[in-house]
């Protein structure tokens, strides 16, 4: 299972991006997926969890109310909306998908990693 992140880039304070993650293979169904991100000289943190069952969401206390976590209707990719932005959030990026489906066998847990987007909002 390859995950392929895009979206990062610079920005400035209280501008917004869009990170997306997609999952190889059309038939593959998110179940359970996160967004991570490693600011610099820090250890890597949760910054949002998503669980289809029920839609349920989990986000940071830092980005709540900024941030969005959600999947694609085609459920193989996930995406992360960052509304205003701050320097703070400046970091790279990385999705993980913690179980899925493939046609009508389903996986999990599973520990998948995307490759990591640079984010870098300047103030």
């Known amino acids: 299972v390859q995950l392929v992140e895009s979206g990062g880039g610079l920005v400035q304070a209280g501008d917004s991006l869009r990170l997306s993650c997609a999952a190889s293979?059309?038939?593959?169904?998110?179940?359970?997926m996160g967004w991570y991100r490693q600011r610099p000289g820090k250890q890597r943190e949760l910054v949002a969890t998503?669980?289809?069952?029920?839609?349920?969401?989990n986000y940071a206390g830092s980005v709540k109310g900024r941030f969005t976590i959600f999947r694609a209707n085609a459920k193989n990719t996930m995406y992360l909306q960052m509304n205003r932005l701050k320097p703070e959030d400046t970091a790279v990026y990385y999705c993980?998908?913690?179980?899925?489906?493939?046609?009508?066998?389903?996986?999990?847990?599973?520990?998948?990693w995307g490759q990591g987007t640079q984010v870098t909002v300047s103030s």
């Open positions: 293979g059309s038939a593959f169904s998110i179940n359970t």
């Open positions: 998503y669980t289809a069952s029920g839609g349920i969401t």
């Open positions: 993980n998908v913690g179980s899925y489906c493939s046609g009508a066998v389903c996986y999990g847990p599973v520990d998948y």
